[in-house]
């Protein structure tokens, strides 16, 4: 169980309710190794994937540990898997990513706290547990600021933006639920993110800067071989590898970045596992953000990250599926990826396609002569 190399033939465990996983899956079967699923549904992506399924829920531990002993080594594919379960799966088992820096990640006090003992630009904020707290802290931090529980597992509920006084009275109907962060409301002109791969030796290697684009809180647009100006993509590379370097943790995580229109950087985030934006190296790149994870969990040694083409990842919609059947039969450049979700499942985002070209200008203008895409107005975050 101790840092034990995975060979072709040794099982890797996957948990996590994600798309994520089933491409992991794949991954690591073409890569010789046999993969087990844990999933709350014998019908999810991952667990038809997997050459075994353990159909159990996070409380389950009977379950739970009969998972982690068949497995060699175990990875998580949603930052949504409870910290303490994955503490509980590391008494069974070897997992290379651990929970260190799952519990930072899941609590915005705690991400918020990591990042301020190692001097990261951060958003002004104020800790929140009662409505009076919010017309205090409002004074200091300022309109417009954004109101959010510590708890990311909730998701967008009980978030509330705040850009006059009487946007504060909203917050009663929720703010007794818990304790939460007021946060200034960055105004940035671009977010940026790194995909970043550490082994257990704690070397890291490095994706392509990304640049994204949210609609209602939900990533829309992820494109990479942009122009970023030299400077800003030095410091970015700078504050990625210094907040890598400070986790306890292997395999693949991204950290996300807001750049203003005067040139500030401030961390948005830091997501430790597989994330959405790193399916754009899936053509982009010559190794996939999923097969350079697998390789630091196998203690293989990671492949040098070469960007091949510019590519835009576009998250596709339900209601996209009736215009691309027009694009499928005449774009050359686009690639596709469906989730093969259940049939009971009501999903609104079946999959994402990649569209590759000579610059992001040029693809862009490709898919906005199409109905599938619109250009983005507004990028408003997550």
């Known amino acids: 169980m101790a840092n034990e190399v995975l060979f072709p033939g040794d099982t890797l465990g996957i948990i996590g309710e994600s798309p994520n996983g089933i491409m992991l899956a794949e991954t690591a079967k073409k890569m010789g190794f046999k993969v087990i699923a844990y999933n709350s549904n014998e019908a999810a992506p991952t667990v038809q994937e997997a050459d075994l399924g353990i159909i159990g829920n996070f409380k389950d531990k009977a379950k739970l540990q009969d998972f982690a002993e068949r497995c060699s080594a175990v990875t998580y594919v949603s930052d949504q898997v409870p910290a303490e379960v994955i503490g509980f799966l590391e008494r069974f088992t070897r ?34 547990v009662s409505l009076d707290d919010v017309y205090q802290s409002v004074s200091s931090i300022g309109y417009p600021c954004i109101i959010k529980p ?7 509920r009980y978030q509330q933006l705040i850009t006059k006084q009487s946007d504060i009275a909203r917050c009663a109907d929720f703010i007794d639920y818990g304790t939460f962060v007021l946060e ?24 392509p800067i990304v640049e994204n684009y949210y609609r209602d809180r939900r990533l829309f647009e992820s494109a990479v071989g942009g122009q970023i100006e030299a400077n800003v993509a030095a410091e970015i590379h700078k504050l990625a590898t210094t907040i890598a370097g400070n986790l306890t943790y292997t395999g693949a995580l ?21 994330h959405p934006v790193g399916y754009v190296f899936d053509k982009a790149t010559n190794v996939s953000m999923f097969e350079q994870h697998i390789r630091a969990l196998a203690k293989m040694p990671l492949g040098d990250v070469e960007l091949l083409k510019p590519t835009v990842m576009v998250k596709l919609n339900t209601s996209d599926l009736e215009a691309l059947r027009t694009q499928w039969v005449l774009k050359t450049n686009w690639h596709y990826r469906f989730y093969r979700y ?13 569209a590759q070209g000579d610059n992001i200008g040029e693809i862009r203008e490709q898919l906005a002569a199409t109905s599938v895409w619109q250009e983005p107005t507004e990028n408003d975050g997550e």
């Open 184 to 207: 200034a409301w960055i105004p940035f002109k671009m977010e940026l993110s790194v995909i970043v791969v550490k082994d257990e030796e704690g070397g890291l290697k490095l994706f």
């Open 342 to 354: 259940p049939k009971m499942a009501r999903q609104q985002e079946p999959g994402y396609l990649l």
């Open 95 to 128: 997992i290379p990513q651990g929970k260190d820096a799952l519990e930072i990640s899941q609590d915005r006090l705690l991400e918020r706290a990591f990042l301020e003992q190692i001097n990261m630009n951060i958003a002004p904020y104020a800790t929140i």
């Open 150 to 156: 510590i708890q990311k597992e909730f998701g967008h």
């Open 254 to 274: 991204e950290i996300a970045f807001f750049l203003t229109a005067s040139g500030a950087i401030y961390v948005k985030k830091i997501v430790p596992t597989i």
